[in-house]
């Protein structure tokens, strides 16, 4: 079998010669794009159709002929529970069944190929419910460029210095996350990266950053407002040209903190790991963000299914992710507010617009002087298969934490990781309890508030 160091050059080779497609496709006029956009949704209706039992029950009725984006709102929408439910009869490929990825999941320790050629990750997503993807060879590639190529244009058109640029991430540490693992399939020497794990030390990040002076800081948002009010102290200098923040909202407050700490330009990176980047910041024309509109069908609606027009807030979106053909998600539930603008961007550009999309940032929880970012609970939740919801709530010296499993799951020995993550990071005797439940209690939205801090406990369902 093919070593994973042969495979990944290979990949890293496929990614080089794609790129400048993908970046020219960043300049289509919005006709192109809309073009582009039903070819390929028809090419993955007839995929769905032929290699997807389950989309074929669904979409056997769906004339090709006739489908593109002004027809799209008649095919049914699918949820996170939907593809969890029946994974095995969604997924194109009959040997990426659910238990085999979840076994390639668990074995995880760094970036690895499944049969050669497929890449898998888990989720949690806003919802708090977990998610299994896989993406295959070229899927992967459109997964990460679709996430730097803006990068590497912007990078193109620096003056040359002495060394090639270095992008820090503060992000998760975990191979079951698809950037942290993308990263490293594509890690290449034109751009190199320095990978912190937001379950470090603060203090720990503070001095690795001081010592690599990244030229591009990429990160939790929640991570870069923790080191932001490092920078202000006077404890982080660095001086990074571009900050760039992603899955977690951008709230006006941070952006400006962001902005002050370092004066240079923030972006917004709006990703998910059913997609990879959904919208990124223009930063050229306006303070919106560009969508994909070349690899997605991003579709604003109301909690009622009912389409929101440019300039309202939508409750949520529709997902059609129009190059994993692997794993077919049409008209996909995410359950983010996204606004739409109007009008197409000043920069020229032929992608449409969204605003910084809204909600609400997982709680840091503070003891006393150490801060816990949410991915040290996350993480060694995200990696028990068995787990598919969990609320989390601070206590003095620790949390309790409520799940709800579709299996058997050691809870014992998760209590013991999550206990192991929180003295790692510095806070003393940890005490933490998971106990499983039927259901867990949700806002009127839907949406699950995962984290509650200790100030807020009793308030777990207002937002
Ligand atoms: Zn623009």
Redesign the pocket.
């Not at 459109?142 to 803006?150: K, M």
């Not at 949700?442 to 937002?463: C, E, I, M, N, S």
């Given at each position: 079998m093919t070593g994973y160091e042969e495979l990944r050059l290979r990949h890293v080779r496929d990614a080089m010669a794609a790129a400048g497609e993908l970046i020219g496709q960043l300049d289509w006029p919005a006709a192109q794009l809309a073009a582009h956009r039903g070819a390929g949704l028809r090419r993955l209706v007839q995929t769905a159709q032929t290699a997807s039992p389950w989309h074929r029950k669904r979409l056997e009725h769906v004339d090709l002929d006739s489908l593109d984006e002004a027809t799209l709102a008649a095919l049914p929408t699918m949820t996170k529970d939907d593809l969890m439910a029946n994974f095995d009869e969604i997924i194109t490929d009959d040997r990426l069944r659910l238990d085999v990825v979840e076994d390639h999941l668990k074995r995880l320790t760094d970036d690895a190929y499944l049969f050669g050629r497929y890449h898998a990750g888990a989720s949690s997503g806003s919802t708090g419910r977990r998610g299994v993807f896989v993406y295959d060879w070229d899927g992967w590639t459109t997964a990460y460029l679709g996430v730097v190529r803006q990068l590497l244009r912007e990078l193109a058109a620096w003056p040359k210095a002495a060394h090639p640029p270095l992008v820090a991430t503060v992000a998760s540490g975990t191979a079951t996350h698809i950037f942290y693992s993308a990263t490293q399939t594509f890690s290449t020497p034109r751009l190199a990266t320095r990978p912190f794990a937001v379950t470090q030390p603060v203090a720990e990040i503070v001095a690795g950053l001081g010592d690599c002076q990244p030229d591009l800081l990429f990160g939790y948002t929640s991570a870069l407002h923790a080191l932001s009010r490092e920078a202000r102290a006077g404890r982080l200098r660095i001086a990074p040209r571009l900050v760039i923040a992603t899955s977690e909202p951008l709230l006006p407050e941070i952006r400006a903190e962001l902005e002050q700490a370092w004066d240079v330009p923030v972006l917004n990176y709006y990703a998910c790991s059913e997609a990879g980047a959904v919208a990124i910041s223009?930063h050229?024309?306006?303070d919106?963000l560009?969508l994909a509109d070349d690899l997605l069908i991003v579709e604003p609606v109301t909690s009622r299914d009912e389409p929101v027009p440019p300039g309202g807030r939508a409750d949520k979106i529709y997902l059609t992710n129009l190059f994993n053909h692997t794993l077919p998600l049409i008209r996909y539930e995410i359950t983010d507010e996204v606004t739409l603008l109007d009008g197409p961007?000043?920069?020229?550009?032929g992608h449409r617009?969204i605003a910084d999309p809204q909600g609400r940032l997982d709680d840091t929880f503070d003891y006393g002087q150490i801060a816990v970012h949410p991915h040290v609970f996350r993480s060694p939740l995200s990696r028990h298969r068995s787990i598919i919801e969990y609320q989390i709530r601070q206590t003095a010296r620790g949390a309790t934490i409520t799940v709800v499993c579709d299996g058997p799951a050691d809870l014992p020995a998760l209590e013991a990781e999550l206990a192991a993550g929180l003295t790692g990071i510095g806070v003393p005797s940890p005490q933490v309890s998971v106990t499983p439940a039927a259901s867990i209690e949700r806002h009127a939205t839907g949406k699950l508030r995962r984290f509650v801090p200790l100030a807020d406990a009793g308030q777990a369902y207002h937002r």
């Amino acid at each position: 079998m093919t070593g994973y160091e042969e495979l990944r050059l290979r990949h890293v080779r496929d990614a080089m010669a794609a790129a400048g497609e993908l970046i020219g496709q960043l300049d289509w006029p919005a006709a192109q794009l809309a073009a582009h956009r039903g070819a390929g949704l028809r090419r993955l209706v007839q995929t769905a159709q032929t290699a997807s039992p389950w989309h074929r029950k669904r979409l056997e009725h769906v004339d090709l002929d006739s489908l593109d984006e002004a027809t799209l709102a008649a095919l049914p929408t699918m949820t996170k529970d939907d593809l969890m439910a029946n994974f095995d009869e969604i997924i194109t490929d009959d040997r990426l069944r659910l238990d085999v990825v979840e076994d390639h999941l668990k074995r995880l320790t760094d970036d690895a190929y499944l049969f050669g050629r497929y890449h898998a990750g888990a989720s949690s997503g806003s919802t708090g419910r977990r998610g299994v993807f896989v993406y295959d060879w070229d899927g992967w590639t459109t997964a990460y460029l679709g996430v730097v190529r803006q990068l590497l244009r912007e990078l193109a058109a620096w003056p040359k210095a002495a060394h090639p640029p270095l992008v820090a991430t503060v992000a998760s540490g975990t191979a079951t996350h698809i950037f942290y693992s993308a990263t490293q399939t594509f890690s290449t020497p034109r751009l190199a990266t320095r990978p912190f794990a937001v379950t470090q030390p603060v203090a720990e990040i503070v001095a690795g950053l001081g010592d690599c002076q990244p030229d591009l800081l990429f990160g939790y948002t929640s991570a870069l407002h923790a080191l932001s009010r490092e920078a202000r102290a006077g404890r982080l200098r660095i001086a990074p040209r571009l900050v760039i923040a992603t899955s977690e909202p951008l709230l006006p407050e941070i952006r400006a903190e962001l902005e002050q700490a370092w004066d240079v330009p923030v972006l917004n990176y709006y990703a998910c790991s059913e997609a990879g980047a959904v919208a990124i910041s223009c930063h050229r024309g306006s303070d919106g963000l560009h969508l994909a509109d070349d690899l997605l069908i991003v579709e604003p609606v109301t909690s009622r299914d009912e389409p929101v027009p440019p300039g309202g807030r939508a409750d949520k979106i529709y997902l059609t992710n129009l190059f994993n053909h692997t794993l077919p998600l049409i008209r996909y539930e995410i359950t983010d507010e996204v606004t739409l603008l109007d009008g197409p961007c000043r920069c020229g550009s032929g992608h449409r617009l969204i605003a910084d999309p809204q909600g609400r940032l997982d709680d840091t929880f503070d003891y006393g002087q150490i801060a816990v970012h949410p991915h040290v609970f996350r993480s060694p939740l995200s990696r028990h298969r068995s787990i598919i919801e969990y609320q989390i709530r601070q206590t003095a010296r620790g949390a309790t934490i409520t799940v709800v499993c579709d299996g058997p799951a050691d809870l014992p020995a998760l209590e013991a990781e999550l206990a192991a993550g929180l003295t790692g990071i510095g806070v003393p005797s940890p005490q933490v309890s998971v106990t499983p439940a039927a259901s867990i209690e949700r806002h009127a939205t839907g949406k699950l508030r995962r984290f509650v801090p200790l100030a807020d406990a009793g308030q777990a369902y207002h937002r």
